[in-house]
Each structure stands twice: as C-alpha cells, then as structure tokens.
C-alpha cells in the first residue's frame, strides 16, 4: 500500500478529531523533525562530514553503548560480526561519531528510520524517539559492511531549531565479508523478461494497452518442467509471461512458445505454482490474474504445456493474487487455493483498517479425474479481506495441512483444518490476526523446535511515527464518533492502535506448541523489514539454522525517505 493510499484510506475514514490545527503542527514540528532525522543526517554520514553530524546535536555526550566495547560473535561464520556490549556510559559524541565514520571508506547508503517519538513523554531534554540508523558501505580494509545502530534519541528545539538534545544507544553491530556471497547474473544468465512498470502510473497496477489496462505482474514459479535435471523458470511478469529453460550451464533459454505457452499472454497474470495436479511425474503450472482468468496449464510430458483451464472446470476467477497448493484432504490429489484481492478498479477497502469487501479466496478441490470443484463454501475458507498473499503448513502437527491468509488492509485468518473438509478460522485464538498491510507470508522452524513458526511481511512507513502526534487528526469510524464524545480517551487509543498495525512493520510469530503463537518480531529484530512485500526462509550459509530472505521498497515520491 503507497503512502497517498494509506493516507487517502485514513483520512477516507471519517471526520478528524484533533487538539490543534495539524497543518501547524506539521509544519512546525513533523517536518523540520524529518528533514533532520531522515535527510539531513543521512546526507552528512554519506558525506564523511563529522562537524556537519555534530552541529545536529545540542549536547556533546552520548549515553549507552561505546564506541570500542565491540566484540566479534559467530566466530565460525564467514562473515565478520561485531556486536557492541558492556555497562556503557557517558561518551562524547565527537568520538563516537569519529569511530563510525572511520569504520566505512565509503558509504553506499545511510539511512535513520524513526521507529516511534514518544509524544506523550516529553521530559526535560525534550521527546525521547526510538531510531534506527542503518550505514551501508566498503571498510577500510575493503570489506563489504553493514551497520546497524537502535539508539533513544531525545528531539527538543533550541533557539527556534530542532537538535538532538540527547543520544543513548541501546544495541549496535555491524556485519562485513570481504567478498560478496552473491553476485548478480540475471544477465549473463540470459533473463531477459525483468518487470517493468514503465508505462504505469503511481501504483503500477493500471497503465497497460486499453484492451487490458491492468497490469499487475509480480509471481514466479521453479520446477525442472522437462526433467533434464535442472529447474527451469515460469515469469508471470510484465511485459509478457515467460518460460525459462536451464541449459544446466548457467544460462537460460526463452522457451514460452515452444513449450506452448501463450504469448502474449492473455491475462494479467500474478502468481504461478507449478504442481503435477494428475500425478503423472511432470510438474504443470496455474497461473493466477486479477483480470483475463485464472488458467491451469498441463504438462504434456518433457515440458510441453496445454491450455486446460476449461476441460479441468478451473474458474476464470478476478483479482486473483497467487495460488497455493496443498492435499488439504489428503486424498493423494494436490488441491489450490487461489488468493484474492480486492477490485481497485471499481472499489476500495472497507473498512479501511479490516476490510471484508475483498472478492474473496477460491479452494479448488482436485477431483482426481483431472477436473477440480469449487469446494469455497463448504470449506468456509472465502476470506473477504484484499488478500495478497497465503501459506499451507500444519501448524498444530494433526496432519492435516492448514492455512493462513494475508489480507493487505487489516487482520488475517489462519484457517485450521478440521480434517473433514471443513477449516476454522483461530486467528484471534492463536494470536496471529496481525492487522498490518501484509503482503507476503511464509511458514518455517527458525529456532529448530520442531514447531512451524511464521513471518508476515508488512510495510513499515518511516513517516508512521507523526501520525501518533497528539495532533494528528486521528481517523475515527463514524459510528464511534457519539462515544469519542463521553469516552475520547479510549477511542483515540483504539484508533491509535489500528494505525500502530497498518505501519509498524513485519511480524514474526513463534509456534508455542500449543495452538498458539508469540509475536517476537521486536527481540528477534525483524520488525523493520522495511516497504516489506515478501519473505522466503531459507539457510543461506549451510550452518543448518534458517535465515530470513525478506523484499521491500517503494518509491513513494520526489522524498525518498519513506521505503
Ligand atoms: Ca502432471
Ligand atoms: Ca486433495
Ligand atoms: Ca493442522
Ligand atoms: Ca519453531
């Protein structure tokens, strides 16, 4: 969800309620904040500029952690990490700042993300706010690096100025390995089929030909489709949909026609899954659109594909998001569940915070005779949220596969099965309903406890800290306007709390083994995974414990400073 979106959506709401004028406010206090913490700090960091970073502080001491208490960790992993420790203690800030910058010879990006000001909390050096400073860059000694710093700023104005009034630093470490893991081979791999949005305008969902103005291109799918041994590539990606074949030497070749797959494509496609639906050995493709149809793709054997949407009885479908694929029933047939989202063309979500207007989630249930049953409503899994993104796994360890359901604008479902065709929602139960903007979701063991745990990509807003301003005209529901009137404490707080959700960022929950789940997103650090839009776990050293592959960003305007 873009920034303009979420504002429009807040704002959509309902009548403001607000203690002073926040046209004022935000030009007083908001904006001169911003461009402190989010432009200007980062640009003298950039720069190796350290009288510059010292003229935006009001005092020469920092507190917390300092500069030389780092020690190394993980000695036995390839990369480097520093972690600083110990009791801390007054530091100048001269020093402190000297040690950073020394570290980097140069600096690819700098970054402060205000996590929260405490508004409510002001004391005498002014409103403490929790920050996020991020430096990315080459050592000294050539090393590829990354910091990152989680300190308590105090923000206070001084002579009509802004500064930093005080600093403690509650956790840093930095990262560095002398040569990069991955190198980038789209390229040479021969991929030429790369997204583009170039003819779209600011969410790069509608900007295509007037015979098929949407455009949204966003999934892909690996399977070895011809059995050569190596796993060939499915791009549902604009400007068209795309087979890649693995020439098992590195590089790829285009196959889309030759394979029989239709091009152009003729459908705003989004997410693929290839799945051998028939059990003949050969992985086939559904390929999911928000407009132009769902279609189901048969592998004729050796990677050759036929259109069979229609003889498989597959729904054309709208605004589907991606397709999921479990045995739900356990019949030895691979079921779909096609996620769906909400029509942007002719609606928006309602309520903005929780919508339940989404066109709803399919379950297609494999008949086993190479057809497939609508199976939606007996399942009591048509989640009506403006769902992106869905995750099979059994997460309570009965068997039987079960589902969670991200919905872009408010709470999710986990959908447990019942085993007899039937699903609970126990997302209130288990403590996973979320309510962020999720986009992507994804099931694995981080902590090895032979419990399934789950991470939910979410957007964090680096401007989410000024909507908690007293003065911010806070979206208040029309129908509990009359009780802001004899209670406006509570309603605010409640408002506040929907907002919190909708920009604080990705969630990761541990499986408690007992049918519930512990949000653990702030101790395990993953909460600012950034604009996030999906994840992938996966163990990219080999030391045997799952890492965490997570995909953010968005350009939100001539400001870059909000992804
Ligand atoms: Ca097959
Ligand atoms: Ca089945
Ligand atoms: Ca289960
Ligand atoms: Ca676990």
Not at 389 to 413: I, K, M, R, S, T
């Amino acid at each position: 969800m873009g920034p303009r979106l979420l504002l429009t959506a807040l704002l959509g709401l309902s009548a403001p309620v607000a203690a002073a004028p926040w046209e004022v406010t935000r030009r007083t206090v908001v904006d001169p904040i911003s461009a402190m913490l989010h432009r200007r700090l980062p640009a003298l960091v950039k720069a190796h500029d350290l009288d510059g970073i010292l003229a935006l502080y009001a005092t020469d001491t920092g507190t917390g952690l300092r500069w030389p208490d780092a020690r190394i960790v993980y000695p036995d992993a390839e990369e480097e990490t520093l972690r600083w420790e110990g009791p801390g203690g007054a530091e100048p800030m001269r020093l402190r700042w000297a040690g950073l910058l020394a570290t980097f010879a140069a600096v690819d990006k700098a970054e402060l993300r205000i996590d929260r000001v405490h508004w409510r909390a002001a004391d005498p050096a002014g409103w403490p706010a929790d920050v996020h400073l991020v430096v990315r860059g080459t050592r000294s000694d050539g090393a590829r690096a990354q910091l990152e710093q989680r300190a308590v700023l105090h923000l206070a104005q001084r002579d009509g100025a802004w500064l930093i009034s005080g600093e403690e630093v509650t956790a840093r470490h930095l990262v560095a390995r002398p040569e990069p893991r991955y190198v980038r081979a789209t390229e040479a791999a021969g991929i030429e089929n790369v997204h583009t949005n170039a003819a779209s305008p600011a969410f790069h969902l509608f900007g295509g030909p007037a015979d098929n103005p949407i455009r949204a291109s966003s999934g892909s799918a690996v399977a070895d489709v011809d059995g050569d041994g190596c796993e060939d590539v499915f791009l549902a990606g604009s400007p068209d949909a795309a087979l890649y074949h693995n020439n098992c030497d590195g590089t790829f070749t285009d196959v889309t026609v030759a394979a029989g797959l239709p091009r152009p494509y003729p459908a705003a496609a989004t997410g693929a899954v290839f799945f051998d639906y028939d059990n003949d050995g050969w992985p086939d493709l559904f390929v999911t659109a928000v407009r132009g149809g769902n279609r189901l793709f048969h592998n004729l054997g050796g990677g050759r594909f036929e259109d069979v949407t229609e003889r498989a009885h597959v729904p054309a479908g709208r605004w589907g998001s991606m397709p999921v694929v479990a045995d739900y029933d356990r019949d030895g047939f691979l079921d779909v569940y096609v996620v769906g989202m909400g029509d942007h063309e002719h609606d928006t979500p309602d309520p903005s915070y929780d919508a339940r207007n989404g066109v709803g989630g399919t379950l297609l249930h494999n008949d086993g005779d190479g057809t497939f049953t609508d199976v939606t409503a007996r399942a009591g899994v048509a989640h009506h949220g403006w769902d992106l993104a869905a995750a099979w796994a059994d997460y309570d360890e009965d068997g039987w596969p079960d589902l969670y359901v991200g919905n872009e604008f408010g709470g999710n479902a986990l959908y447990h099965n019942n085993g007899d065709g039937t699903f609970t929602d126990r997302a209130e139960a288990s403590g996973t309903v979320d309510g962020g903007s999720t986009m992507g979701v994804v099931w694995g063991d981080y902590d090895g406890d032979g419990h399934l745990d789950l991470f939910v990509s979410n957007m964090h807003a680096n401007s989410g800290w000024a909507l908690f301003h007293p003065d911010f005209p806070l979206p208040i529901p029309l129908r509990f306007r009359l009780l802001s009137l004899v209670a406006p404490g509570v309603v605010r707080r409640r408002s506040a709390e929907i907002v919190d959700h909708l920009v604080r960022g990705s969630s990761l929950y541990h499986n408690n083994g007992d049918g519930t789940f512990t949000d653990v997103s702030d101790a395990a650090g993953v909460r600012d995974a950034q604009w996030g839009w999906a994840a992938e776990f996966l163990d990219y050293d080999d030391d045997g414990r799952l890492d965490l592959y997570a995909v953010d960003g968005f350009v939100s305007g001539p400001i870059l400073d909000d992804v």
